[in-house]
């Protein structure tokens, strides 16, 4: 006896973003008038929508637009309290420095588990009703190997995508001896997170961690079988993004202050620019320049770097804005960053397309196309999220 699960069409989608080429117009692959059937947690057939195999079920999008779910793959999301004051002294003229983010390490310390559960949980379904179905969480606020070790339990109850961030910044008990810090992040701190863990990440910058202990922390993890991704070039130059793709960095974030050398050295690797434009409008900098980037041939991908300090938005409609009023991508550009190009980020090829066989996560829009989400910043577009084949 064989049980199978129901099908569901969804017909009537007046333009389909599917991000494979081989299935319709231009890098996007668009297909108007579309329909996607779904089987389980997986989609199982895509084309025109009077061609629609029968299902037991159908949805009828109206003429809506229909992308991929977005792939969010840069976020902090364990975490207490917030930084209102700290948003509202720098919206008064004050600069942003690294240093904030010991506030939070305090306020996290200090939380239950329960809280942290809690507000994981509320920030994955904020950026899902804006239509994300994959998120990376990282740690970062605990900075002792229990406080950290306990964070990415906290994330990998919410995450598949789950990522080791010791090397924030130092630990406020490490002040006097950053060196002690890196050999407690590259050690005993490292044991105890390792086997939570798919990725390591370092925040390389002035008054976090220099290419030296950058390099010592990512190599570090890479030998425990973690893979690089890197905070680099956010707040100025530096050796962050060489050293991303030198050691094969899935993705250099932020790469908002790069040289000729930076960027040549993206296009040639694998590594993954992602771009964090939520950041530079939240501390009012100076946007990446994505332009550059695409031209040079490097991978992009976008993200609200969701956290308390620089970026409280989980939103990605936020971010493709962002990205086409201010960072020089198309909407096409900024809709493939959000999807596939997150995908890229996190070396997935099951999410980030509407495809036969991809894992079954897409958003309807409530606009005849993807590009409404540049063209109508701020308006709450995303009507419905399937997420794993389930109308979330
Ligand atoms: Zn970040």
New binding site residues.
Partial sequence: MTTATPTTAITDIATLVTNDPSLGEGPLGLIRDAAVVIDGDRIAWVGESSKAPATDNRVDAGGRAAIPGFVDS?S?LVFAGDRTEEFNARMSGRPYSAGGIRTTVAATRAASNNVLHANVGRYVAEARRQGTTTVEI?SGYGLTSQDEARALTIAAAHTDEVTFLGAHIVAPEFADDPAGYVDLVTGPMLDACAPHARWIDV?CEQGAFDGDQARAVLTAGKERGLIPRV?ANQLSYGPGVRLAVELGAASA??CTHLTEQDVDALAQGETVATL?PG?EFSTRSTYPDARRLLDAGVTVALSP?C?PG?SFTSSMPFCVALAVREMGMTPDEAVWAATAGGARALRRTDVGRVSPGARADLALLDAPSHVHLAYRPGVPLVSAVWHGGTLT
């Fill in positions: 840069h902090h990282k925040f905070h974030d932020h964090l950041a770097d956290n620089s």
